[in-house]
């Protein structure tokens, strides 16, 4: 089961890998975890406080919309346990083909730890995470808070300002790094917000960095929500190590659809449908079965409205 469970992760890599004409420049890594609510007494059960149930605390990480690792964890664990194995795995296999390929982590500050980004800095990756504020963060941004406060007072509108420094912790951190600081001021609320990155303000100044590339990790939300629709969440079985393999036949589940969804319906409606629609309006459909010697008939209802979709993705497919 183990070795199976191998070849299974392994082989999430390979299909993005396969998926692309040509090496791209860059990847972009969003790692991810989410709460799978446990009702039993299944192995490996915890209460989590922030869920307010019991749970596991799977990871999940993605380039773009491709799955590329579902790891199954416990819930009374740090947020970002396990996610420096997973990143070595994923980007050793992926450097295998593309030893030139540019790679940015990108997440929440639930990942940000001196460990993977010692990692990162250390293997010519780069990163961007979100950073929980502090008091020593805050004090460093008052001057930029003040002024978007100033500048809100006059317009009435939203002001942003985005600045960058050095920063380093007292002691969790080995060595110094650029931080991005966005002060923000809205009607009855300061906003202020920070992330960690490892690139320069040359290839990355501070307001496109945030605006553009950190926040777009937001619809990494959306591809675990596809998650949940195959029913990846049925942890129903007594072991982590069964409950593990079936998020690994949801995540195939996943990916079977996600690359129905790349080569079949492009340039449909369909196009960027979740999963859930392409699954119950293009699959799920009833249908007549007919087995002959030499032919299988499939006669679908002659009301069925996607039958132009469903001839499309036919055709697409067909080798």
């Not at 961007?128 to 003040?146: C, D, Q, Y």
């Amino acid at each position: 089961a183990v070795i199976f469970m191998g070849m299974l992760a392994i082989m999430l890599v390979d299909v993005f890998l396969e998926s692309f004409t040509k090496v791209p420049d860059r990847i972009v890594l969003d790692l991810d975890s989410t709460d799978f609510a446990i009702h039993g007494w299944q192995e490996g059960r915890f209460f989590h406080g922030f869920y307010d149930h019991y749970c596991y605390l799977p990871l999940y990480i993605f380039c773009e919309n491709q799955l590329l690792g579902a790891r199954l964890r416990q819930s009374n664990i740090d947020g970002s346990a396990g996610a420096l194995e997973e990143v070595k795995r994923i980007i050793g296999q992926i450097r295998e083909s593309w030893p030139a390929v540019r790679i940015i982590l990108r997440a929440d500050s639930g990942f940000c730890r001196d460990g993977l980004m010692d990692w990162c800095e250390n293997n010519h990756v780069d990163f961007v995470f979100g950073l929980a504020r502090n008091s020593r963060l805050e004090t460093i941004l008052a001057p930029k808070m003040r002024e978007a406060a100033a500048q809100f007072a006059m317009t009435g509108h939203r002001a942003r300002i985005f600045t960058e420094f050095q920063y380093e912790t007292l002691d969790s951190w080995t060595r110094p790094r650029r931080v991005i600081a966005k002060a923000e001021h809205t009607e009855g609320k300061a906003n202020p917000r920070f992330v960690v990155t490892s690139m320069s303000a040359e290839s990355w100044p501070p307001q496109p960095l945030y605006e553009d590339l950190y926040c777009a990790r937001g619809d990494m939300e959306n591809r675990i929500k596809e998650q949940l629709s195959l029913f990846a969440d049925r942890v129903s079985a007594e072991t982590m190590q069964a409950n593990q393999l079936r998020i690994y036949f949801s995540a195939i589940a996943y990916v079977l659809v996600d690359g129905l969804r790349r080569l079949a319906l492009t340039g449909t409606d369909m196009a960027t449908a979740q999963v859930s629609t392409i699954r119950l309006q293009l699959l799920k459909i009833g249908a007549l079965l007919r087995i002959t010697v030499r032919r299988i008939w499939i006669s679908m209802a002659a009301s069925y409205p996607h039958q132009q979709l469903f001839h499309h993705a036919w055709a697409a497919l067909r080798c």
